[in-house]
């Protein structure tokens, strides 16, 4: 199985970033695309400190601010690989737990959360 973020990060890595664009797109403005695409990638890092800032992701896409080359794939791409090459060899690891989706279909009904008057605003004390 390939994810998603995995095969964008390969084609980045293999300097066929465009290749993300569907192919059945007849024109499409290039510089565009790959400015749109590089901020994604940007977007995906796992630490929240190697993200942009929301205005910072406007100011890129509006093209007011210089869109910085990605060069670190998130480290959970790389887990996820691992993990795939693992499940594939049926390699497990002891302290490693994972859940199938028929193990969701098991669980209860997750029910609403009931808020507290505090996060209501209904208490009537005054302030």
């Keep these: 199985m390939i994810y998603l973020f995995e095969w964008a990060w390969d084609l980045r890595e293999k300097g066929q970033v465009l290749g993300i664009v569907d192919p059945s797109l007849m024109e499409f ?17 796992g630490s929240p400190h190697q993200r942009p800032s929301m205005s ?6 509006t093209g007011e601010v210089e869109v910085a080359e990605v060069v670190t794939k998130p480290s959970y791409v790389t ?4 993990r795939d090459v693992n499940r594939s060899y049926g390699v497990t690891a002891g302290s490693y737990s994972e859940s ?16 507290s008057p505090m996060m209501t605003g209904s208490s009537h004390e005054g302030r």
């Design 56 to 61: 910072k992701v406007v100011g890129m896409l």
């Design 79 to 82: 887990q996820w690989q691992l």
């Design 100 to 115: 199938t989706t028929s193990d969701y279909s098991k669980q209860k009904e997750i029910q609403p959360l009931t808020l």
């Design 29 to 45: 403005n290039k510089d565009e695309a790959l400015r749109v695409i590089l901020v994604a990638l940007q977007c995906t890092q």
